[in-house]
């Protein structure tokens, strides 16, 4: 179990590891092709592929759950598989009709630009469409990878997409250097990596003389737990995408690519924690569906742990270093100014957000949905008007504020909430393993960068031994992790 955990949980960071090198490498060659209002065009289409990845999760987190169970046969999971295929199939083709012939609404609200032509806008728009469709079904197949526990699978295919989508698509951008060459080439990508991924779903799940087709009575016993998966990760989706729409709507596609480099810089946090809650869950899922109640305890204050330890690291080392790194990443463009405040704020919240990831994923292990939806529902509702007001009387600089604000507050209310429904006693020492390791980290990282900074001017070196500093400290506080798994 702990040896497949490690895989599991190794294949998910790397898929998320290339994931930011992909953004931190070539996103400044996109914005070299393209310039920062084409990057604000691809930034509005990374937010609708982003919502549309967070609804999927109603669908695609209840399949994940049904087949990582262990009374779960392959019959039912070929046949719960089709029927999830189908109503995925309905909502994609909903969601590429709205997206297609609301591409006009769309544009006039979110992508304002003097220089790029309205007609221009919506072609782009409506390619959009066809991708986030796609995109839609194709999280369903990784879904169901992810519940058989072939995440090393699951991964290798996310990764190919993305290396065409970042690395290879830069070949048709040389030639064509336009929005429409790079959106055209992310829609080719992800039709072929769909196809290859349906193909080694159903291969693992198909039995020699089964019929599959539609079976309504499977989903009328999922249906609830779905739409409350689909509406809680939509508003999730919604909170954490709308400051994004507010600036594309109060602003222009030129600050909107700006905030868009300063919500990247921000969420490298939990890229890095994300795929590790992915190999947790089904486990978690797996351990308290068959009693284990002690080893699931166990199991959770393992996985708080791990998060706190790399949230904290990586999170600590950009705000001491966010200067540092913005102006290489940038090249010292005119861009740092402006996305360094944003950067920063946003870096604090996604700390905050990965804490609330492991009471977050024990709730849904426990089958319950409604704490994380009311919670996430009460956040948009703070956050919409608090980034409505401060974009519009502050500008880029006031835009991250509430979701900062909001998200740590939510940490709490979430941990405590969760914990006395499903897991009363661990309260205190989840607290423990959550913030002793952010605690310990801080002034070790602040000494560490008031000596670095004196001892070197190159922004190079500072970041370089910075980050070395924070691969001391994981190293460091991973050691009781490690003793942890020897024993099992």
Same mark, same amino acid.
């Given at each position: 179990?702990?040896?497949r955990l490690?895989r599991n949980s190794l294949?998910?960071?790397a898929?998320?590891v290339?994931?930011?090198?992909a953004l931190y ?9 393209l310039?920062?209002?084409g ?9 609708l592929m982003?919502?549309?990845h967070f609804a999927d999760?109603?669908?695609s987190?209840?399949?994940t759950r049904e087949?990582?169970?262990?009374s ?7 046949k719960?598989?089709r029927?999830f295929?189908l ?5 994609a ?10 591409s006009?609404? =769309?544009v006039?609200?979110?992508? $304002?630009?003097?220089t790029?032509p ?9 390619? @959009?469409?066809?991708?986030?469709s796609v995109n839609?079904?194709?999280l369903?197949?990784?879904g169901g ?16 997409y993305?290396f065409?989508r ?11 250097p336009k929005v429409?060459? /790079? ?7 992800l ?5 290859i991924?349906r193909?080694l779903?159903w $291969?693992a ?10 079976h309504?009575?499977?989903?009328r016993t999922?249906?609830k ?21 507010i600036?594309?709507h109060?602003?222009?596609?030129r600050?909107l ?6 919500a990247?810089v ?13 190999? /947790? ?11 284990e109640?002690?080893q ?6 393992l !996985?708080s742990y791990?998060? &706190?330890?790399?949230?904290g ?6 705000i /001491? !270093? ?6 290489i990443?940038t090249g $010292?463009?005119?861009?740092?100014p402006?996305?360094i405040i944003?950067?920063?704020f946003?870096?604090v ?13 024990l ?11 009311l ?6 509702l703070?956050?919409?008007?608090g980034?409505w ?5 502050m500008?880029?600089?006031?835009? &991250?504020i509430? !979701?900062?604000v ?5 940490? /709490? ?5 969760v914990?006395r ?7 205190w020492?989840?607290f423990?393993r ?6 310990? @980290?801080?002034?070790v990282?602040?000494?560490?960068h ?11 070196l500072?970041l370089?031994?910075?980050?070395l500093?924070g ?7 991973a =050691? ?5 798994l020897?024993? $099992?």
């Amino acid at each position: 179990m702990a040896v497949r955990l490690v895989r599991n949980s190794l294949a998910n960071i790397a898929s998320k590891v290339w994931g930011i090198i992909a953004l931190y490498v070539f996103v400044p060659i996109w914005i070299k092709f393209l310039g920062v209002e084409g990057y604000g065009i691809i930034s509005f289409y990374t937010i609708l592929m982003t919502i549309i990845h967070f609804a999927d999760m109603g669908l695609s987190a209840t399949l994940t759950r049904e087949f990582a169970r262990e009374s779960t046969d392959q019959e039912y999971r070929g046949k719960l598989l089709r029927t999830f295929e189908l109503v995925y199939f309905a909502i994609a083709l909903l969601v590429f009709v709205v997206l297609f012939f609301g591409s006009g609404f =769309i544009v006039d609200a979110f992508l $304002k630009s003097d220089t790029v032509p309205r007609e221009t806008l919506i072609r782009h728009m409506r390619l @959009m469409a066809g991708i986030v469709s796609v995109n839609f079904i194709f999280l369903l197949y990784i879904g169901g990878l992810a519940g058989l526990q072939k995440q090393v699978l699951s991964n290798t295919l996310t990764i190919s997409y993305s290396f065409s989508r970042s690395v290879l698509v830069l070949i048709p951008l040389a030639l064509v250097p336009k929005v429409g060459t /790079f959106l055209i080439w992310q829609l080719f990508s992800l039709v072929v990596i769909f196809f290859i991924t349906r193909h080694l779903l159903w $291969k693992a799940v198909r039995t020699e003389g089964t019929q599959y087709g539609f079976h309504p009575e499977l989903f009328r016993t999922l249906w609830k737990f779905s739409l409350g998966m689909m509406l809680m990760s939509l508003i999730s989706a919604l909170n954490t995408q709308l400051d994004k729409l507010i600036t594309g709507h109060l602003l222009d596609l030129r600050s909107l690519g700006y905030y868009s480099l300063a919500a990247t810089v921000g969420q490298a946090v939990y890229y890095i924690v994300g795929p590790i809650g992915q190999a /947790f869950y089904p486990e978690l899922t797996r351990m308290i569906s068959v009693g284990e109640r002690e080893q699931s305890r166990k199991q959770f204050l393992l !996985y708080s742990y791990i998060v &706190a330890v790399i949230a904290g690291a990586i999170g600590l080392t950009f705000i /001491f !270093y966010m200067p540092e790194f913005l102006s290489i990443w940038t090249g $010292k463009s005119e861009a740092v100014p402006m996305i360094i405040i944003p950067a920063t704020f946003l870096v604090v919240a996604y700390i905050f957000v990965s804490f609330q990831t492991p009471p977050y994923f024990l709730a849904l292990a426990e089958g319950n949905i409604k704490i994380n939806t009311l919670l996430c529902l009460i956040q948009g509702l703070i956050i919409i008007p608090g980034v409505w007001i401060l974009t519009r009387d502050m500008g880029l600089r006031g835009t &991250a504020i509430p !979701y900062c604000v909001v998200n740590i507050a939510a940490t /709490f209310v979430l941990a405590i909430l969760v914990f006395r429904k499903f897991m009363p006693g661990v309260t205190w020492a989840w607290f423990m393993r959550t913030f002793l390791p952010l605690l310990g @980290m801080l002034p070790v990282v602040g000494l560490g960068h008031y000596a670095i900074c004196h001892l070197f001017e190159s922004d190079m070196l500072r970041l370089c031994f910075g980050a070395l500093l924070g691969v001391a400290l994981m190293g460091v506080l991973a =050691i009781p992790i490690f003793r942890n798994l020897r024993k $099992k």
